[in-house]
């Protein structure tokens, strides 16, 4: 007989004496008994831990308000000299440094028009931006700004320009 074959019966051998067991297998019934019992699907197999009951999760059972927008669907501010946190809307950039963010636009270059009730002014140091026009009497919506003459009469806080 070949090495290869007396190794290969070997461990026919050695395998056929050794006892295996296979975790949730019944293996004491040797010839002839009743089959293992099933466990019925929902139920629990003896010595198993139960699983944790899922239920509908709290956030889930609650229906939601669909006509209320979420916090991140609310429109962003639009005009020029609106307030702001860090973003604006209708192609306007948000100057974080001014108390409150103020909406505006670049106006150097090119793009020269601002939208109206704005005028293209020179901020300081050859920045120019689109600031909201003051009203008649050189008033300001809006209690952080001031009326500033960058040129024109406008709006902006008092690191803008001059005093009207």
């Keep these: 007989m070949p090495l290869h074959r007396a190794?290969?019966?070997?461990a026919v051998l050695f395998a056929g004496a050794c006892n295996f067991t296979v975790a949730g297998v019944d293996s004491h019934d040797s010839g002839g008994g009743a089959p293992p019992a099933v466990t019925p699907p929902g139920m629990t197999p003896p010595g198993m831990t139960?699983?944790?009951d899922?239920?509908?999760?709290?956030?889930l059972a609650t229906p939601r308000d669909l006509y209320t927008p979420m916090p991140d669907l609310v429109s962003l501010p639009e005009d020029v000299g609106d307030a702001c946190a860090g973003s604006c809307g209708a192609g306007?950039?948000?100057?974080?440094?001014?108390t409150d963010g103020y909406c505006s636009q670049s106006?150097?270059?090119?793009n020269t028009t601002c939208p109206t009730g704005s005028t293209c002014v020179d901020i300081g140091g050859g920045s120019r931006y689109c600031l909201v026009n003051a009203n008649g009497g050189g008033k300001c919506a809006r209690p952080a700004l001031s009326c500033r003459d960058c040129g024109a009469s406008v709006?902006?806080?008092s690191s803008?320009?001059?005093?009207c």
């Design 7 to 10: 190794a290969l019966v070997a």
């Design 50 to 52: 139960p699983p944790r």
């Design 54 to 59: 899922l239920g509908m999760p709290t956030d």
């Design 92 to 98: 306007l950039t948000c100057m974080n440094w001014v």
């Design 107 to 110: 106006c150097d270059g090119t």
């Design 155 to 157: 709006c902006g806080p």
């Design 160 to 163: 803008f320009c001059d005093g």
